[in-house]
């Protein structure tokens, strides 16, 4: 069972290094816009230096070319995952894999936002598929141009496996403790919901970042995770 992969939502290397000192056990964490944009491919380096697994979240989104040439950039950071946005499109894809050849770093993409609800693609995006077709077009898609998996919620993990195999990574964001608030999530479900629907990989943020303690929450969502409760 992969550890729960902690999203370090902050904005300085030092709001890092405090929540960082509360475990005492090498972690899965990942860093996203919000610290890449403010402390850079530095902080990259000493998460790693620090003994911990690195998924860098950064959603790439963008011309072939120009993927490929950020993708050569983000091989020599030695990330165990990084990812791009399916509805770049299938080249796309393709050249944001052959950006990171020659490197262990895994690739998956983003389907559709967990923040995104079936209204709001329809809406937003006219797409007037049901989202669940959506998210396994963008699956397939990814499949085919050679990523190792994608981000997609919980609720469509299983019709994942079923189209694109149990190894293919279904990495799960979106992740709440029962009766927790969904804040600005849309599809929302338990570690243990995760676990039955076959997620590879859970993201969880603001239930561990923004509780009192930190490492209990993530004990907790941990032991949900792996069956242990
Ligand atoms: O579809 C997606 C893709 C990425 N995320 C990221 O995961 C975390 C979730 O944070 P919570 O506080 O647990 O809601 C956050 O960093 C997002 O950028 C996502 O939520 N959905």
Redesign the pocket.
């Known amino acids: 069972m992969n550890k729960p992969i902690i999203?370090l939502?902050f904005s300085s290397k030092q709001q890092v290094e405090e929540f960082l000192s509360k475990f005492d056990e090498p972690l899965f964490v990942?860093v996203?816009?919000e610290l890449f944009y403010q402390e850079g491919p530095e902080l990259v380096r000493s998460i790693k230096a620090m003994g911990h697994q690195i998924f860098l979240?950064l959603?790439l989104h963008d011309i072939p070319n120009t993927v490929e040439a950020a993708m050569r950039g983000l091989a020599k950071l030695g990330v165990d995952l990084t990812n791009v946005h399916a509805a770049g499109g299938f080249e796309m894809m393709e050249a944001a894999k052959r950006g990171l050849k020659g490197s262990d770093t895994k690739l998956i993409a983003?389907t559709?936002?967990?923040?995104t609800d079936e209204s709001q693609m329809h809406e937003n995006q006219l797409i007037y598929v049901s989202l669940e077709e959506s998210v396994l077009h963008y699956a397939k898609l990814a499949k085919w141009a050679g990523l190792d998996g994608v981000?997609?919620?919980v609720l469509e993990a299983s019709s994942i496996s079923e189209v694109c195999g149990q190894e293919f990574l279904k990495v799960t964001?979106?992740?709440?403790l029962a009766n927790a608030a969904a804040?600005?999530?849309k599809r929302v479900a338990t570690p243990g919901k995760a676990r039955e629907q076959g997620s590879t990989h859970i993201?969880?943020?603001?239930?561990i970042?923004k509780s009192e303690n930190p490492a209990a929450s993530y004990h907790q969502i941990k032991n949900e995770w792996s069956g242990q409760v």
């Not at 964001?173 to 709440?176: D, H, M, Q, S, Y």
């Open positions: 999203a939502d990942k996203g816009m979240d959603k983003v559709q936002l967990t923040s981000v997609c919620s964001p979106g992740i709440r804040d600005d999530q993201v969880v943020g603001r239930a970042t």
